[in-house]
């Protein structure tokens, strides 16, 4: 069990993270930060904050962290896909527990160097903490193992323009300065989160768990299916947030996910938000590319669903 930090912007599919990472044997949560993005960061600090009292783990850290955008300030998020309260209207029994002192920033700072090698970063929001936390700490990179980040559209469509996808698209000049640090990261776009969906049968089999958690999911992903029927055709969902950390801990076959060299859109024109993969290589097998550290997962190599439904329920063997 490798130390990790989560980073945040909590949100349904982030609760669906977060339920997972406190079930999945390979990880050990020692700490989450917020951002703003679904919501703003200290409301998804409060609403991190209640999951994990409803789980039992209010001992783990959650730290607010960065409200604004790099460029811009956060505009109110995405009430229409997660509920003005970020998690689709349920009423989460409210925790006493506050949020750490120390910001977000400084928080994956900390955890970096007490764990120094060794702290595996999942980031679910947008890239705004981890930008202002390799400003605090330059050697950021050198002290944390590595990083995923569920973001991007390699080959696909955006989601918030025809380009962007939410994560990248909200705070670019953030993305942009993360992705070029020097240290291993892991994409998981669009590409393969959109292939994955939970299905109506996945949500009342969290409707009917023993687990208060796992109910109050099932509650969520109402709304979120809502959404989804305008994207799908179907009460379903895709499984942004939860498939990242999923991969992050090593739970899951990856068939296509080269290491290639990306970059960030951050100019003000139409492809403001797009993440430039350099997928030239695709019919030679993906060639190495020098200096490359970004693997960009584009397939699984096996169903996610029933996996993540284990998980959740407690049924995955340390
Ligand atoms: C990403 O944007 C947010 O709305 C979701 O929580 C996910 O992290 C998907 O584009
Ligand atoms: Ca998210």
């Known amino acids: 069990r490798r130390p990790l930090y989560l980073d945040c912007d909590t949100g349904i599919d982030d609760s669906l993270a977060l339920a997972y990472l406190l079930a999945a044997p390979g990880a050990d949560l020692v700490g989450v930060g917020t951002v703003s993005g679904n919501v703003a960061a200290a409301l998804g600090a409060a609403n991190t904050l209640d999951l994990l009292a409803l789980a039992g783990r209010d001992d783990i850290p959650v ?47 900390r955890l970096a160097r007490e764990n120094a090698g060794d702290l595996r970063v999942v980031a679910i929001g947008p890239l705004t903490n981890l930008a202002a936390a390799l400003r605090l700490e330059p050697r950021l990179p050198e002290l944390v193992a590595e990083v995923t980040i569920m973001g991007g559209a390699a080959l696909v469509p955006g989601n918030i323009s025809p380009v962007a996808e939410a994560n990248i698209g909200n705070d670019p000049e953030a993305a942009r300065e993360v992705l070029a640090a020097p240290w291993s990261i892991t994409l998981v776009p669009l590409d393969v ?126």
Not at 65 to 94: I, K, M, T, Y
């Open 193 to 318: 989160t959109m292939e994955h969906l939970l299905e109506e049968s996945h949500r009342q089999e969290l409707l009917a768990s023993e687990r208060p958690l796992s109910r109050a999911l099932g509650e969520m992903l109402g709304y979120y299916y809502r959404f989804y029927e305008g994207v799908f055709g179907r009460p379903c969902s895709a499984m942004h947030d939860p498939l990242a950390a999923a991969i992050a801990v090593g739970a899951v076959g990856l068939r296509t996910a080269p290491v290639v060299h990306v970059e960030v859109d951050a100019t003000q024109g139409p492809g403001r938000g797009q993440t430039i993969c350099d997928l030239r290589g695709r019919h030679l097998g993906y060639p190495e590319q020098p200096g490359a550290h970004c693997r960009v997962v584009l397939e699984l190599a096996e169903d996610f669903a029933p996996h993540l439904v284990d998980a959740i329920e407690g049924r995955l063997s340390a």
């Open 63 to 109: 730290a607010v962290g960065e409200h604004d955008f790099q460029a811009r300030e956060f505009d109110g998020g995405a009430p229409h896909v997660h509920g003005a309260n970020g998690v689709g209207g349920v009423e989460l029994p409210r925790t006493t527990t506050a949020p750490v002192a120390e910001s977000a920033p400084e928080l994956l700072v």
